[in-house]
Each structure stands twice: as C-alpha cells, then as structure tokens.
C-alpha cells in the first residue's frame, strides 16, 4: 500500500484522528471531479477534441475516485 501513495500524495497527508485534514482532501477531490465534469459537459460537444476530453477526464476521474478511497483507508488505519 505504501507504493501507491507516492502517486497520491493528498491522500497520503491524511493522519488517522485528523478530521480537519480529512474533509480537507475529500472536498479537494469531490471539487477536482465535479470541475472535470463540468468542463467536459462544456467542450463535450467539439467533435474531435470532444472523445479526446472524455478520455482524459475519465481517467482523471478514477484517479479521483482511487484518491479518495486511499484517503478514506489512510483514515481509518489505527
């Protein structure tokens, strides 16, 4: 597990008992997705650029997604 926090490093800051630090990165990264989507729903509709920002925003969804969930597990850790 510690192999994959250096590729995450907002969810490696979290300390087990540091709510303040934990809402801190779960609100960065529901922010982070809900602007992807917003941007993709905007430039969605250009045709080449279209497909290419889809990918690239789903990918950056999952790597949201695998964030918070590190975060959540880095939280619970005892």
Same mark, same amino acid.
Do not use: D
């Given at each position: 597990?510690?192999? =994959?926090?250096?590729?995450?490093? /907002?969810?490696?800051? =979290?300390?087990?008992?540091?709510?303040?630090?934990? =809402?801190?990165?779960?609100?960065?990264?529901? =922010?982070?997705?809900?602007?992807?989507?917003? +941007?993709?729903?905007?430039?969605?509709?250009?045709? /080449?650029?279209?497909?290419?920002?889809? /990918?690239?925003?789903?990918?950056?969804?999952?790597?949201?997604?695998?964030? +918070?969930? /590190?975060?959540?597990?880095?939280?619970?850790?005892?």
């Amino acid at each position: 597990m510690e192999k =994959v926090y250096p590729f995450f490093p /907002l969810s490696a800051g =979290v300390e087990p008992g540091n709510p303040k630090r934990f =809402v801190l990165t779960l609100a960065i990264y529901l =922010v982070a997705c809900g602007v992807l989507r917003v +941007l993709c729903a905007i430039l969605g509709w250009i045709p /080449l650029v279209g497909w290419l920002l889809e /990918l690239i925003f789903s990918l950056m969804g999952i790597y949201c997604v695998v964030g +918070l969930v /590190l975060a959540i597990v880095k939280f619970c850790e005892k």
